[in-house]
């Protein structure tokens, strides 16, 4: 009877911690972020289109350097990034300096703005969101190659 007592709460914060991981129970580590090139899919709950060279705003995040870098829309960026269980924030974001039509109220801007607001991060159905506590700021999809 003792044992069956102590099982119940030992199962159910193993269930709660597993739960918890990203919010349908995918582990939520580096592992799960790294490595992946991260194509944006949607900014501020809007749907973001190819940019003007055809080419799919990105992120990839390299645990080893600490860096992540990829393409805005424009222009290429890249900078640091400090990552803690759910906690996500960037250090300061450097990016080429290519003209380009949009630039101001765009896509790029407004994947700029999303990354310096984020302060989280979990993964939902495979799809990385990137937080502002509740408030998603990006959505991003792993990219599998052509």
Known sequence: MRR??????????ALIFAWEGSGRGEPLSSNNLTGVEWQVSE??????????DRQQPFIIFDEAK????????????FGGYELNGK???????????????D?????????????????????VDKTLELLNGDL??????PHHGS
């Open 4 to 13: 069956t007592c102590l099982a119940v709460p030992i199962l159910a914060f």
């Open 43 to 52: 900014l501020s709950g809007h749907a973001v289109a190819s940019s003007v």
């Open 66 to 77: 600490k860096q992540a870098s990829g393409y805005a829309g424009c222009n290429r960026l």
């Open 87 to 101: 906690a996500l924030k960037f250090g300061p974001i450097g990016a080429t300096k290519r003209a380009c039509p």
């Open 103 to 123: 630039l101001e109220g765009g896509v790029e801007s407004e994947f700029f703005t999303a990354l310096d607001a984020t302060r989280g991060w979990r993964i």
């Open 136 to 141: 998603v700021l990006a959505r991003l999809h």
